[in-house]
């Protein structure tokens, strides 16, 4: 490395660049796991991308334009399950994650025996992708919108639990401490001291979490738990103007639902 | 101020009643059969049991199966693809972030590669997919693709975002001293904004890993594959050893991320 002498005549080392380390460790990563995508251009068919293009949005063989708007009335049903098993599920998964958090987070219980379990079936449940709970729940309670809610109640309540106990973690205790030392019992400490600071944080992770609950809609009804993925799933062998049709739904209603959080956000704020 | 606060009991109560209208709302519908509720159709107890008895011999690919057949091939292809296809969209995403910085480029670009990103953000990953193979075929490079794709979305808005909020001085600080441009970008804005980039790219590594199992249920690859199998053979065994494998998986990566991230703060 390159040396540099000062005015006071010490010499000074320019230190090895870490960024080497970092650019040959992902080098390397990528070599090994490049092993396991098979590439090879012989066998692509680019065209097919355009036809399919087309093939979903605009009516072809015997159907017209009629048609093609049509299917979006055939849309009100399925757009209404979607809705209820997002917001439903979210509602109910945040819901049941305040007690479990309470629960676990240390600095209200201050029992390690209770709140490291608790954190431990949290991270557990919180690991499993939303599509895998989504099969277990057509497994426990049979395809349609109900497990599509269950699902959601899963994935919301894992993730709520966990924002929750640490930003039950995170808050100022004073008030709780003085609360109780004056003869409150725990809960009512906890309702006047911590939940009045928590409640902002708890409305903006709510809407955080619908935000992406509405995002999965498509693929929990690829799985058969209900809602507008499944007229994909049902379409996507013979009748493309459809799942055309379905994908400008979900399109809608993602982007609404963006709106809407950001500008709740900024209300928060 | 006190005297303009609506008393806090009717905000309780609207907040209640408007949770009721929710959980109504939910529930009703022809298309819900609550009593599936009361007589899941097996009983826990019987779930847990069967879910618990994990099939080791698929589980490693060893004795009746091979290697490639095995869910720990499978979780590895799984994570082969999240890797690479995060890498493969914050490469593309990098420029995507200078174009949308205000600071940089004035607000009508920023604007509108701010909708690029909305648009390609929102497209619902699965419908990528399904297209992507029609184009690619059925193998492991149409989900790099996708994650790939679509990361690029995500990674560019938060991209954007990083570097509006860089600490401008350096940069001006070498331009007073009369550096050129490559090493205004050398000295000034790479160490600035290096760490920020790779622990939002960290980040989304984690989401990504978990999101490829969706891509499965589209054939194109990782362990998706295997869930619709298990899905249509209603098995909970398999179920069970799918579940174990990609628990390890995304706990593994969890803890990689986030150990590194902290490295990056």
């Known amino acids: 490395m390159r040396e540099f002498t000062l005015k006071s005549v010490a010499k000074v080392k320019q230190p090895f660049n870490k960024i080497w380390f970092v650019i040959g460790g992902l080098l390397i990563t990528t070599i090994i796991f490049a092993q396991f995508i098979p590439f090879t251009p012989s066998s692509y068919r680019l065209s097919e991308l355009g036809v399919i293009f087309k093939r979903l949005f605009v009516p072809y063989g015997v159907r017209t334009w009629n048609d093609y708007f049509g299917y979006f009335k055939e849309m009100q049903t399925p757009l209404i399950e979607s809705i209820q098993i997002s917001l439903g599920g979210t509602i109910i998964g945040s819901v049941l994650a305040f007690p479990v958090a309470f629960l676990s987070a240390h600095n209200v219980i201050k029992n390690k025996f209770i709140s490291v379990p608790i954190k431990l079936i949290m991270n557990l449940v919180r690991s499993i992708p939303m599509i895998i709970l989504a099969v277990l729940a057509t497994f426990m309670v049979g395809t349609g919108v109900l497990s599509g809610i269950v699902a959601i109640t899963l994935f919301s309540f894992g993730i709520m639990a966990k924002m929750l106990y640490e930003a039950i973690e995170t808050v100022d205790m004073s008030p709780f401490e003085a609360l109780e030392s004056s003869g409150a019992n725990k809960l009512v400490a906890f309702n006047y001291a911590i939940f009045s600071q928590i409640k902002p944080i708890y409305l903006g992770y709510v809407i955080y979490v619908f935000e992406i609950n509405v995002r999965s809609s498509a693929v929990l009804g690829y799985v058969g738990a209900g809602g507008i993925g499944q007229v994909i799933s049902d379409n996507i062998l013979y009748n493309y103007n459809k799942v055309g049709v379905a994908i400008i739904t979900i399109f809608i209603t993602v982007i609404v639902v963006q709106i809407f959080s950001n500008w709740t956000r900024r209300k928060l704020k | ?265």
């Open chain 2, 1 to 265: 101020m006190y005297g303009k606060q609506p008393k806090r009991w009717i905000i309780n109560t609207i907040f209640v009643v408007l949770l009721i209208v929710v959980i109504i709302f939910t529930f009703s519908g022809s298309t819900i059969k609550l009593t599936r509720l009361k007589n899941l159709d097996y009983t826990l107890g019987d779930m847990f049991r069967r879910i618990i008895k994990i099939q080791w011999d698929f589980f490693f690919g060893v004795g009746d199966y091979q290697f490639s057949q095995g869910i720990v091939h499978l979780v590895l292809e799984t994570f082969a693809i999240g890797f690479l296809g995060t890498l493969f969209g914050a490469i593309l995403a990098i420029p995507f972030g200078f174009l949308g910085a205000e600071s940089l480029v004035g607000k009508k670009v920023a604007k509108i590669s701010e909708v690029i990103l909305l648009i390609i953000r929102v497209f619902p990953e699965i419908i990528l997919a399904i297209i992507l193979v029609k184009g690619f075929g059925m193998n492991a490079f149409s989900g790099m693709l996708t994650i790939g794709l679509h990361s690029i979305g995500m990674l560019g808005k938060l991209f954007s975002e990083a570097i509006d909020n860089m600490d401008k001085s350096p940069f001006e600080a070498l331009d007073s001293v009369g550096a050129n441009v490559w090493q205004k970008i050398r000295y000034g804005v790479l160490p600035n904004i290096l760490p920020d980039l790779s622990s939002i790219t960290l980040y989304r590594l984690d989401i990504n890993v978990r999101a490829v199992s969706i891509l499965g249920l589209v054939s194109a690859g990782g362990i998706g594959s295997i869930l619709t199998i298990a899905s249509s053979m209603w098995s909970w065994e398999l179920l069970g050893t799918i579940l174990l494998a990609v628990i390890i998986m995304v706990m593994l990566v969890d803890f990689i991320s986030s150990s590194l991230r902290k490295k990056l703060v």
